[in-house]
């Protein structure tokens, strides 16, 4: 049972490109979300999905999208990177949306734009 | 605006008792989570309290007084490999988690 995998593990990433950061779950959760996680803050929500085929906003969605095509994926795109977008990705899903329940995180990406 | 207060370091020494404080301000209240950060790793569930008082779970215990906004994490007998960083986070109103900037704890022999 691996729960929560994230790739890559680590990208170096030029200004202006394109990129995916892949989630896949096999718990069978109907949540799932990306964070970012920087120095001295918090993690931040950046896109959540509370059932396949439906996605929302957190609270840093600029510059980021997501889809939910089925139960067990959910990756994130960077359309065109920026330095500020240099950070560490979590995904994490959780049995239920809406519910104050235990969410499972992935390893995390450590992403570097230059 | 909401927001969540926690020690930024902590240190301690094994065998010994620490506590990390959580204030919060937060649209709503829906529960508080703990969870658990080694370096490099992902965040780990750790407790979770919805109702004012004390949870207790082994060397761990997580405490909540929501009319004061506060919790606390009471970690007991320390370990060496209680070193990582401790994440407080609220679920506000809409059933967002909104999470703390996280306590760094260092245990020294």
């Known amino acids: 049972i691996a729960g929560i995998t994230q790739a890559p593990t680590s990208q170096i990433l030029a200004a202006g490109r394109r990129m995916t950061l892949r989630c896949t779950q096999d718990?069978?959760?109907?949540?799932m979300y990306w964070y970012r996680q920087d120095l001295g803050l918090g993690l931040r929500l950046i896109h959540y999905?509370?059932?396949?085929?439906?996605?929302g906003k957190g609270e840093v969605p600029d510059g980021y999208s997501v889809s939910r095509a089925n139960t067990d994926d959910f990756p994130l795109t960077l359309a065109s990177a920026v330095p500020s977008q240099t950070s560490v990705y979590f995904c994490?899903?959780?049995?239920?949306?809406?519910?104050?329940?235990?969410?499972?995180f992935g390893p995390g990406t450590r992403l570097t734009v230059l | 605006g909401q927001n969540i207060d926690q020690p930024t370091e902590m240190t301690a020494t094994e065998g010994a008792i620490v506590q990390i404080n959580c204030t919060y301000q937060?649209?709503?209240?829906?529960?508080l989570f703990w969870y658990q950060q080694h370096a490099g790793e992902a965040p780990t569930f750790l407790s979770y309290?919805?109702l004012d008082g004390l949870e207790e779970k082994g060397r761990f215990s997580s405490f909540l007084s929501r009319s004061k906004g506060y919790s606390y994490l009471l970690l007991k007998e320390l370990q060496m490999k209680d070193s990582a960083s401790y994440l407080c986070?609220?679920?506000?109103?809409?059933?967002?988690?909104?999470w703390g900037a996280g306590t760094k704890l260092i245990i020294k022999p």
């Open positions: 718990m069978r959760h109907n949540a």
């Open positions: 937060t649209s709503g209240f829906n529960g």
């Open positions: 999905s509370n059932t396949a085929g439906t996605t």
């Open positions: 994490a899903s959780s049995d239920s949306a809406g519910g104050p329940v235990e969410q499972f």
């Open positions: 986070a609220v679920f506000d109103s809409n059933y967002q988690l909104i």
């Open positions: 309290n919805v």
